[in-house]
């Protein structure tokens, strides 16, 4: 009877272990790479060379050329990616993933997430890089159980799964990153050659990749625990951001730098700040009616600016800047150039304006259309950016450049005089002004608010 006992025991744990193997063999899993050639796949940045050999993809290094890319066909959204890579003790390298390149973003330059090969002494691999971005957003210096498990000049195993904002790696079947971040969502897949400048000491060094799979099907289903608690990069600035002269203009937890546009305080209801969150709450669809649009206390000039906002059905509300407080005492809103936002499905602003679109999400308000959108939808967050440097200013949604103008211009004078801010003698020439936060009677969030000062 013992013995039927222990059959019995040996037959169910066999049976549990096949029908795990047989579960783990039916994921979705579609091959990247053939093993035979480089289909579904190109070529980005400088002038490494990529090759087939031995079932593996090779990149091999070329000194005087940039970092180089190669870089999927296709873009991914959310998706579960596993490859085994080998790499030389002196090659940087990495894998990109919801990766970009435009050509009105530093000329083309490949950006976006990056998951690290680091063979240095340092031995980051597998920690998260921001790539021709802001750096570092998940390095590996308290995560020493990762920095072991990298092999040295063997074959080593990556997954990575990139879920809605949340990135999590692990080498070698170790927890590596656990990131929350929503900057980029979708974006391609690629194989970084690190650049080596001159150094022709380093010239035909390789790095290798093989087995490369991912699961775009349904990936959450097939999501791993993470034993790392998530860090998230909301209301944060990297180490890069700092040294680049980027300021926090919301800390996520105070109103802090901010005041009513009307008033000397910041507003006492109508603005909300919870969860790293500064939200203007729903008050009937009027302009600055009830708590008021707020400002920055500090003026700017040339500036670069980024801010995250979030819209609700049917929202209507705005960044401003080069505003003027001193001007319009009296109801709406107060002065300035106003990057829009608006529903444009569902609010009629979306159809009105002194020229065609010019009310339209990330125009500049009642002057000039943005153009090649490609708004996130209703519920998600959006990233906009304004630049402006001198005369030149520039508006960007989601990573995209939409407009750009020149103040003072003989085209912008010429708008202004056609718009509603005819009777605002010089408007939108002014030197320096406020930021500002509009409300407009709807429910719009806001985080990530950072600048850096250009003058």
């Given amino acids: 009877m ?20 047989c579960s783990t063999e039916d994921q979705p899993w579609e091959s ?5 050639d480089l289909t579904g796949w190109h070529k980005k940045g ?10 593996s993809i090779i990149g091999e290094i070329v000194s005087n050329t940039p970092n180089t890319f190669l ?11 596993e490859l085994e890579f080998k790499v030389d003790p002196l090659l940087n390298s990495g894998i990109q993933i919801r990766s970009s390149s435009y050509p009105e973003y530093k000329n083309g330059k490949v950006h976006g997430y990056q998951v690290e090969i680091d063979p240095s002494q340092r031995a980051w691999t ?11 957003l998940y390095p590996l210096k308290d995560n020493e159980a990762a920095q072991r498990a990298f092999k040295q000049g063997q074959w080593n195993k990556f997954r990575i799964e990139a879920l809605d904002d949340t990135i999590k790696t692990w080498i070698n079947g170790v927890p590596a990153a656990h990131l929350e971040d929503d900057m980029t969502l979708k974006g391609f897949i690629g194989l970084q050659v690190h650049g080596i400048g001159n150094n022709k000491e380093k010239e035909g060094i390789t790095v290798a990749w093989r087995n490369i799979r991912i699961i775009t099907e349904n990936p959450m289903e097939y999501a791993k625990e993470m034993e790392l608690p998530p860090k998230n990069m909301y209301n944060k600035l990297t180490q890069n951001e700092i040294d680049a002269g980027w300021e926090l203009l919301f800390d996520g937890k105070s109103s802090q730098g901010w005041r009513g546009a009307k008033m000397n305080k910041f507003p006492e209801s109508g603005w909300e700040i919870k969860n790293g969150v500064l939200t203007i709450h729903a008050s009937g669809g009027g302009e600055s009616e009830k708590a008021g649009d707020i400002v920055t206390i500090d003026k700017y000039s040339r500036f670069d600016l980024k801010v995250d906002f979030k819209m609700t059905e049917g929202a209507n509300s705005g960044i401003k800047y080069y505003v003027d407080t001193e001007l319009n005492k009296g109801k709406g809103s107060a002065i300035g150039l106003e990057y829009q936002i608006l529903d444009d499905n569902k609010h009629p602003d979306a159809q009105l ?3 065609e679109g010019s009310r339209t999400l990330a125009s500049l308000y009642d002057l000039i259309k943005a153009e090649n959108k490609f708004p996130r939808p209703i519920s998600e967050w959006n990233h906009a950016r304004i630049v402006s440097d001198n005369s030149h200013v520039e508006h960007w949604l989601n990573g995209r450049k939409v407009l ?8 912008f004078r010429r708008r202004v005089a056609e718009s509603k801010y005819k009777k605002w003698e010089n408007f939108g020439e002014w030197e320096k002004g406020h930021i500002l936060l509009q409300e407009h009677g709807y429910p719009v969030l806001f985080r990530n608010i950072k600048i850096r000062r250009l003058d």
């Fill in 126 to 136: 597998g920690g998260i890089y921001d790539e021709a971005r802001r750096g570092w």
């Fill in 32 to 36: 990247l790479f053939t093993g035979e």
């Fill in 353 to 355: 304006g002194s020229h």
């Fill in 46 to 55: 400088g002038k490494a060379n990529y090759y087939v050999e031995h079932n």
């Fill in 404 to 411: 750009e103008y020149e103040r003072g211009s003989e085209e």
């Fill in 71 to 81: 870089c999927t066909d296709s873009e991914y959204s959310d998706f579960i990616l």
């Fill in 2 to 21: 013992i013995r039927n006992k222990v059959n019995v025991s040996f037959l169910w744990i066999l049976t549990i272990l096949l029908l795990f193997s």
